[in-house]
């Protein structure tokens, strides 16, 4: 079936580093591709969205490539800050999947000031 | 401004009370759904509703059921409470249905003693 797979579970960086979270899927299809993110004690903030190869989707200062071919989504941000740690999923919806979202098991991104 | 609302925020029941939780919407959307968030677990889909009165099982409903009269309002219902449903709930809400971006509540914190 389709799946969503985030390789890190937790990522510990300092503040102005370069952040790399890697989003894999498998789809049938040709799904769509999403980042949340999710602060703590508050519900899961849309960031972005891509639905065709090589899309790129884009939002405070984060980006993402839609890659068919390494079927691949994945996170980046040039310099981060500590206001940037919380949990962000990586998901994918498809069209036969009556509104259905398959999410990742979320990346635990700490920021060290 | 998007949002939706959950209410209450924070409730404590005994097990085999009744539980209500309410969801909101002022965007005119068609679809809602109820998730629920266990650490480790991730978001767990429970039900989705495509529109008034047409509600369709998540992967999880065992235990919950739903109810949607007007378009903007969703509820989830737990007739006669059990300790491994204490959990954060999540409602959200998207446009359509297909790999349209889903939009997430603040959350309900429900402790079921």
């Known amino acids: 079936g389709d799946s969503v797979t985030q390789t890190e579970g937790q990522v510990a960086l300092s503040e102005e580093d370069f952040l790399t979270i890697h989003c894999n899927y498998s789809?049938?299809?040709?799904?769509?591709l999403f980042w949340y993110v999710q602060y703590p004690g508050e519900g899961p903030q849309f960031l972005f969205r891509?639905?065709?190869?090589?899309e790129k989707g884009s939002s405070r200062g984060f980006e993402a490539t839609y890659d068919k071919g390494t079927t691949s989504f994945h996170l980046r941000k040039a310099s981060v800050q500590e206001s940037d740690s919380a949990v962000y999923y990586c998901?994918?919806?498809?069209?036969?999947?009556?509104?259905?979202?398959?999410f990742g098991q979320g990346t635990k991104l700490s920021i060290k000031p | 401004d998007m949002k939706v609302t959950q209410m209450p925020r924070y409730l404590i029941k005994r097990m085999g009370e009744n539980v209500l939780l309410e969801c909101g919407q002022d965007?005119?959307?068609?679809?809602m759904y109820w998730y629920r968030q266990d650490p480790g677990l991730g978001l767990q889909l429970i039900y989705i509703s495509y529109d008034v009165d047409s509600n369709s099982e998540g992967d999880i409903p065992k235990g919950y059921r739903v109810s949607r009269k007007k378009r903007e309002h969703f509820s989830l219902i737990l007739d006669s409470a059990k300790t491994n449903q204490t959990s954060v709930y999540f409602c959200?809400?998207?446009?359509?249905?297909?790999?349209?971006?889903?939009?997430f509540g603040p959350g309900t914190r429900l402790l079921v003693l």
């Open positions: 789809a049938s299809g040709y799904p769509a």
């Open positions: 891509a639905s065709r190869d090589k």
């Open positions: 965007m005119s959307h068609e679809t």
């Open positions: 959200a809400s998207s446009l359509g249905v297909n790999q349209d971006t889903q939009y």
């Open positions: 998901a994918l919806g498809m069209n036969y999947n009556q509104g259905k979202l398959i």
